[in-house]
């Protein structure tokens, strides 16, 4: 039922930045997490970034102080802003929202950093 858009995907040079965001289709009043994941060839998707539904937020090591997380209640979407990119950040990101009910996944939108 519920759809996450995935947008802002793209190719930058190294030390650029790049904005993305998740949007749901649907409402979400209440959730135990939102985050971000990426996907690299030949490696395991493994968690960026995420929220849960106290307001703890926490970041992958590679990422701490080079990536935010944030969400606008209003549009029902969460963003991942990246700056300071690098080309070991070339992944594809999947944004994921889990509630008590449900797990869903975005469809992922590539990024890719060149040097």
């Known amino acids: 039922q519920v759809q996450l858009v995935e947008s802002g995907g793209g190719s930058v040079q190294a030390g650029g930045s790049l904005r993305l965001s998740c949007a749901a289709s649907g409402s979400i009043f209440s959730f135990n997490f939102m985050g971000w994941y990426r996907q690299a060839p030949g490696k395991q998707r493994e968690l960026v970034a995420g929220?849960?539904?106290?307001?703890?937020?926490n970041y992958a090591d590679s990422v701490k102080g080079r990536f935010t997380i944030s969400r606008d209640n209003d549009k029902n979407s969460v963003y991942l802003q990246m700056n300071s990119l690098e080309p070991e950040d070339t992944a594809v990101y999947y944004c994921n929202v889990v509630t008590k009910l449900w797990s869903n996944w975005g469809q992922g939108t590539q990024v890719t950093v060149s040097s």
């Open positions: 929220i849960t539904s106290g307001g703890s937020i």
